[in-house]
């Protein structure tokens, strides 16, 4: 199938990846427009988003015999290894940069897709392995079948094996239907195991047969299933370590890594935070239905700077918290109190000269608030619900300030 872009001369072929950039453009603009009313906007974007999903349906196929067929990519400087992966089609759910790292495990993940070899990500907590896991599952051949995720540190080791491969009717107390697991559900298709590190050497035994066998058995039954699905794992930990210390199969490990791709911390993928705040600032608008914040310099040099120990994850969570705290403007204030920066201070006092004049008016504002809220309390001897009548205030937001500040409630009783 072509498709071809009415913009540039006859028998030119739009690449996929380039029309869905267009739908995404279209989906920002209507996102944002101040002339249509709220259910017309939504409606759009939904058949906006019907038509990316359509297009990616369509798209697997050719993407399958591009990747296969690929002649071997020449050395290229990291802006065109990025806009040459996007020009073969390569469907990738969010943003990133030119970080070599990052571009070599895409490069990688873009040949692994196509097969049906198991891959193993591994990589610091939060750095992407589930995206990247949809990634390859996208871009293969099974892109039209189902993805299923399974948290193998989440599941209770007494209910693993039910989970994984289902249970009969009466294989326990409480299994009151048959059940299918997380294998049967993923027939066809991808199961993504992450956390694989944390799975029991009993589970690892099971896992290992099934990848070996194809084959699973339901808790209670003695009739075996044939299961034909992808494997792509994840782990934050050393696996190699963890086989030393008898904690990991080495068996497992070889059969999971066939194809390994290492995800680097976003500390050395820097060039990518500019790229991820406009992106996550967006998303947040979108998801809480409001526009995107402003942001102050000081606030904008600190997420550029600061070292993300939770990596992509941690940045995520900032927009969106900063998205719904602010008002049309987010400052320093609006970060986690445990990361935010100090002020300038001399002898405990914030120093007016050594802040800008947006930081002088915060504290100043932040001092009044904070005495205002002593004298409340002392007036009604630390009661909080009478205050927050009084002052015809939501309670859990009265908490809330009175946990900023720091103040205790039981401290303004009059018996205290």
Avoid at 19 to 29: N, V
Avoid at 210 to 237: F, M, P
Wanted: glycine share 6%; with cysteine.
């Amino acid at each position: 199938m072509k498709l071809f872009n009415q913009g540039i001369p006859r028998g030119s072929a739009m690449s996929y990846a380039a029309l869905l950039e267009k739908i995404e453009i279209l989906r920002s603009t209507l996102r944002w427009s101040t002339s249509m009313e709220r259910p017309d906007i939504e409606k759009l974007l939904r058949q906006a988003n019907v038509l990316r999903d359509e297009v990616m349906q369509l798209s697997h196929k050719e993407r399958f015999v591009q990747a296969v067929s690929a002649e071997p990519v020449p050395d290229l400087a990291a802006g065109e290894r990025r806009q040459a992966l996007l020009g073969r089609s390569f469907v990738f759910e969010g943003t990133f940069g030119d970080n070599p790292k990052l571009l070599d495990a895409l490069e990688v993940a873009e040949k692994a897709a196509p097969t049906e070899l198991p891959v193993l990500i591994d990589g610091e907590s939060g750095t992407g392995k589930e995206l990247m896991a949809k990634v390859i599952h996208a871009n293969g051949s099974r892109a039209d079948k189902p993805y299923i995720s399974v948290n193998c540190g989440a599941i209770p080791e007494s209910l693993l094996e039910s989970e994984l491969f289902g249970h009969k009717k009466g294989a326990f107390t409480g299994a009151a239907t048959d059940r299918k697991g997380k294998f049967e559900s993923a027939h066809h298709g991808t199961i993504f195991l992450d956390e694989i590190g944390e799975l029991p050497l009993p589970g690892q035994v099971k896992l290992l047969r099934v990848l070996q066998s194809h084959e699973i058995q339901r808790v209670g039954s003695d009739e075996t299933t044939l299961v034909d699905t992808r494997i792509v794992a994840a782990t934050n930990k050393n696996l190699r370590k963890l086989i030393e210390e008898g904690l990991f199969r080495e068996d497992l490990f070889y059969r999971l890594s066939v194809i390994q791709l290492t995800l680097p911390p976003l500390r050395e993928r820097r060039d990518e935070i500019p790229l991820l705040i406009s992106w996550y600032a967006d998303e947040s608008a979108e998801e809480l239905k409001r526009r995107p914040v402003k942001m102050t310099a000081k606030l904008r040099d600190f997420l550029l700077n600061y070292s993300y120990p939770g990596n992509i994850r941690e940045l995520r969570n900032l927009l969106y918290r900063i998205s719904c705290l602010a008002g049309e403007t987010a400052d320093l204030a609006h970060l986690p109190e445990d990361i935010r920066p100090a002020a300038p201070t001399v002898r405990g006092k914030a120093t007016p000269a050594a802040m800008s004049m947006s930081d002088a008016k915060r504290v100043a504002s932040d001092e009044a608030e904070r005495a205002y809220l002593e004298r409340g309390l002392q007036e009604v001897g630390g009661t909080v619900a009478e205050l927050a009548r009084r002052w015809d205030m939501n309670r859990s937001h009265l908490q809330i300030l009175l946990k900023k500040h720091g103040l205790h409630s039981k401290d303004f009783r009059k018996d205290a």
